[in-house]
C-alpha cells in the first residue's frame, strides 16, 4: 500500500495520555494498520515533545501529525513550532483556526452548531470537528451538511466504536471520516491491544465504503 493511498483513510487517531516515551511505539503500530493522521492531545504528559518526535519520524508530506485541544491561540503557536501539520480542537476559536490555516495546517475545528460551522469555515476550516458527535447525531449532522457548502468535510468523534452499526449511520449521511479516542487508544493499553483495535476500525470502515 503506497503512502498516497494510505492518506485516502479518514480515521483520526486521538492519542489522548500518550507519553514522548511511548509515543514512537504507538505511532508504529498505527501507520503499520494504515493510520496516517496522528493527534496528541494537549493535555497528554509534554505532548509537545510527543509531537516534535513524531514530525521527525514521519514527515508531513504523507502524514497529518500534531495536536489536539489546541484551544487557544498561544497554544497553537506553541504547536506550529514543533513543525506539525495538525490542529484539532474541542471549541471553535476563530483567531486558532485563521492561524492554523494560514500555516497551512489541517484543521479540524470542534463545533456542534451551525453557528459554530459557519463561523468555522468562514475562518478557512474544511473540515470540522462534531464534538461531541452525541449532542448532534446522525439527524443533527445531515442537517447541518445540507446546509453547509458541499467540500466541508465532517468528522464525528466522541463513542465511536469499531463496528458497523457505529460507523454506518454517519457515513450514509456524509460523514468523511472518524476522530478515534478511547476506542482506539487508552494508556493502559497494549501495543498488541491496539494494534488489534486499529485493524478492527480500518477493516470495519473500508468494509462499510465498500472497499
Do not use: W
Amino acid at each position: 500500500m503506497s503512502s498516497d493511498k494510505r492518506a485516502e483513510l479518514p480515521l483520526i487517531a486521538i492519542l489522548r495520555g500518550v507519553t514522548p516515551q511511548t509515543i514512537l511505539d504507538v505511532a508504529s503500530v498505527l501507520v503499520t494498520a494504515g493510520f496516517t493522521k496522528i493527534e496528541v492531545p494537549l493535555n497528554s504528559p509534554n505532548a509537545l515533545e510527543s509531537i516534535r518526535l513524531l514530525v521527525k519520524e514521519y514527515g508531513t508530506k504523507n502524514f497529518e501529525l500534531g495536536a489536539g485541544t489546541v484551544t487557544r491561540l498561544d497554544l497553537a503557536e506553541q504547536v506550529l513550532e514543533t513543525g506539525a501539520n495538525l490542529v484539532v480542537t474541542p471549541n471553535c476559536n476563530v483567531d486558532v483556526i485563521k492561524t492554523a490555516v494560514d500555516a497551512g495546517c489541517v484543521t479540524y475545528p470542534g463545533v456542534v452548531t451551525p453557528t459554530e460551522a459557519f463561523n468555522a469555515v468562514h475562518a478557512g476550516a474544511t473540515n470540522l470537528k462534531l464534538f461531541p458527535i452525541s449532542m448532534v447525531g446522525v439527524g443533527g449532522m445531515s442537517a447541518m451538511k445540507s446546509v453547509l457548502p458541499p467540500d466541508i468535510a465532517l468528522f464525528p468523534v466522541g463513542g465511536i466504536d469499531a463496528t458497523s452499526e457505529s460507523m454506518t449511520p454517519y457515513l450514509n449521511k456524509g460523514a468523511k471520516g472518524f476522530g478515534l479516542g478511547s476506542q482506539l487508544y487508552k494508556p493502559s493499553m497494549s501495543l498488541d491491544e491496539i494494534s488489534e483495535k486499529a485493524d478492527a476500525f480500518v477493516k470495519t470502515y473500508k468494509a462499510v465504503i465498500g472497499e
